[in-house]
């Protein structure tokens, strides 16, 4: 999202407010109900979108003896554009805030304004173009009083203390029937507010709240429970309220925290200033957190040493977007616009700095890293020259979902498949204070007994003990000759299912049937691969929606597919198996190399891979089209009977003919 000038803006205003005009000529419904509106003409823009929505909202209200001031109140839910205005008799009120969870907005009617009787209410985007967006508005009210009036009914102080009762930073949180509720309060030094959230680095807020049953709740990211109270708020009442958080997630030794991290002032999108960022990271409960504006060094406040700031950047290029921490003090950056191999040319060398590849199924700037057009998904092969020499791949993206975040597990998996050494990263990538969470996804880091610092950071990397907790955390270890899975979960959210990954392909699923406990909810033995051969295993924990408005989950950012079924994950770090017992590893390509020079002929490649899994076949499917012996080989394999290698045989040569085939 980009800030528009105030020439383009005004432009819309008036464009908007003329459809507003020509609407209210036509005649208007009554606003009760709800309301399901598609800025585009089209097809749904999600498969749980109402097939009848309109392409804006016209409906009348009454508003008796009041000549104003008064409160528009509504309920909007799935708002992505920040373009949906809002106009009553004509006049604009403002517009629906970007944000497609399901809260409470209230707008200021001036004086003046109202009729008795037949008040039109439109809503309506303010462009003709833009992305689509399907929405719900309901719960349509107009209520006497100033907006101010309105959000200081009542005052609550909060204070939020742990199992010692010292005081915690955490995020409050409001609701009204299950609604983000607006509070009354601007934000503070240590304070980040918006609709719905107070943000507490102390530990303690104080706010004012419309009159009305709502509820508050207290919570602290992933490795904490909640408290909630539900309460009546009268005119001039005053409550306070003491909220206990337990921690109830502890894995010894790993410490969590989030790669991507932006604001306002540095980024220039979002709303999350400097400020609020460090309210935010303390409250979400994070031990360290990076820095990664758009090719700026910067680092976060660290409140005191609330958590361990470290300095990074969101490298910005046109051949993606790579995070960097912790970047050298009295560095200069290298030029965004160097070529490729003079871009990693430039960089510190060795283990210092750990280098992240940037949402790779997104498109930024008209790139899209794993496009198919130049990228390989079988062997996780670049075809345009830019083979990253990094040392991280984000597998989660809490802020940027993919449709298919499995698909992602695969892709990190493929990538070691071919030799290089990447580990999996959870991030928020948030830019806001709320419509995207701080360590919603999150990266833990194995540190052991040593102090948490910017290098212990980067050498967990190095090592490739890095975990991913999008809602649940998971590991898998070998003891002996077993291999043994553990998952991890708040009492807020259960794990369901576990998937066994090999080499990228999945091998095995086991469903979870553990406790609503927090802390560790499974643990049990995996049935080693049926391989022969070396292999990198993985395990992902998967979880439903958990529901829960403290940690609402967000739709895929560019979504492949209007199908979307909310799920948590964990993911674990990768562990080399050795299939074969010879005590060394080698991964899938080295195995292909190592099979194409002992068999020469095409029939005992052919029988030769009937021995090995799909990820040795796809390497040895890129070899073999290398050496121009790819459809003798599948000749060879036709006449040896059908077997699952051949077919990944196929599938590489029926993919890449579609690359070279000519765009019409």
Not at 145 to 157: F, K, M, N, V
Not at 169 to 192: E, Q, S
Not at 502 to 510: D, V
Not at 570 to 598: H, M, N, Q, V
Request: charged share 20%; hydrophobic share 40%.
């Amino acid at each position: 999202m980009t800030r528009r000038t105030s020439f383009e803006t005004a432009s819309l205003w008036l464009a908007a407010a003329a459809l507003a005009t020509a609407g209210a000529a036509r005649g208007a419904d009554t606003c009760q109900g709800t309301h399901s509106l598609r800025a585009l003409a089209g097809p749904p823009e999600w498969s749980d979108s109402s097939p009848e929505a309109s392409p804006s909202l016209l409906c009348r209200l009454d508003a008796g003896p009041s000549q104003g001031p008064a409160v528009l109140r509504l309920r909007q839910n799935d708002v992505k554009r920040p373009d949906w205005g809002v106009f009553l008799n004509g006049s604009s009120l403002g517009a629906l805030p970007a944000d497609e969870h399901l809260q409470v907005q209230a707008f200021e009617v001036p004086a003046g304004l109202l009729r008795p009787s037949g008040n039109e209410l439109r809503i309506a985007p303010l462009r003709q173009g833009g992305g689509p967006d399907d929405i719900r508005v309901d719960d349509v009210e107009l209520l006497p009083g100033p907006l101010a009036q309105w959000l200081d009914a009542g005052r609550i102080r909060v204070r939020v203390v742990d199992e010692r009762g010292q005081a915690l930073p955490a995020r409050i949180t409001l609701t009204h029937h299950d609604a983000l509720l607006p509070v009354g309060t601007p934000a503070g030094a240590d304070l980040a507010v918006r609709t719905g959230v107070v943000y507490t680095a102390s530990g303690t807020a104080e706010f004012t709240a419309p009159a009305g049953d709502l509820v508050v709740w207290a919570s602290r990211g992933f490795e904490y429970g909640y408290a909630r109270r539900a309460l009546r708020v009268e005119r001039g009442s005053r409550h306070d309220l003491e909220l206990r958080l337990e921690r109830e997630v502890r894995i010894p030794g790993w410490a969590a925290g989030d790669t991507h991290l932006h604001t306002l002032e540095f980024s220039g999108h979002g709303d999350a200033t400097a400020a609020e960022r460090s309210v935010t990271v303390a409250g979400e409960g994070l031990a360290w957190a990076v820095s990664t504006e758009h090719n700026r060094l910067e680092t976060i406040h660290d409140r005191g040493g609330a958590f361990v700031s470290i300095r990074g950047v969101e490298f910005t290029t046109r051949h993606g977007h790579f995070n960097l921490f912790p970047w050298p003090a009295g560095l200069a950056l290298p030029s965004p616009s160097l070529p490729w191999e003079e871009l990693w040319r430039a960089l510190p060398g060795g283990n210092a700095v750990v280098a992240v590849w940037n949402h790779p199924r997104d498109t930024h700037g008209g790139y899209r890293p794993f496009d198919p057009s130049h990228y390989d998904e079988l062997t996780a092969r670049s075809l345009d020259g830019r083979v990253f020499p990094g040392d991280a791949l984000e597998a989660v993206n809490s802020g940027a979902m993919y449709s298919e975040p499995l698909r992602l597990v695969a892709d990190w998996m493929r990538h070691l498949n071919r030799g290089a050494r990447l580990n999996a990263v959870g991030s928020s990538d948030s830019h806001t204070v709320t419509t995207t969470l701080v360590g919603q996804a999150r990266t833990y880091v194995h540190v052991g007994d040593e102090a948490l610092t910017p290098q212990s950071v980067a050498a967990a990397f190095s090592r490739g003990e890095t975990a991913v907790s999008y809602g649940l955390a998971a590991f898998l270890e070998r003891r002996g000759d077993r291999l043994v899975a553990r998952v991890y979960g708040p009492s807020w959210n259960r794990a369901r299912r576990l998937v066994v990954f090999s080499n990228g392909e999945t091998i095995a699923e086991i469903a979870i049937d553990g406790p609503a406990a927090g802390g560790l909810q499974w643990e049990g033995e995996i049935e080693p691969p049926r391989l022969r051969h070396d292999a990198w295993l993985a395990v992902a924990a998967l979880g439903d929606d958990p529901a829960v408005p403290f940690w609402p989950l967000n739709r895929p950012y560019q979504p492949v597919t209007p199908q979307w079924t909310p799920a948590t994950l964990g993911i674990s770090p990768a562990l080399a198996w050795d299939g074969d017992g010879d005590g060394r590893f080698e991964t899938a390509k080295e195995l292909a190399e190592g099979l194409l020079r002992g068999a020469a002929e095409p029939a005992a490649v052919a029988e030769a891979l009937r021995s090995f899994d799909a990820a040795v076949a796809a390497q040895a499917a890129a070899l073999l089209a290398e050496q121009g012996r790819l459809e003798a080989v599948l000749s060879a394999s036709d006449a040896l009977g059908p077997h699952p290698t051949a077919q990944v045989l196929r599938t590489f040569r029926d993919q890449a003919a579609k690359r070279q085939r000519p765009a019409r």
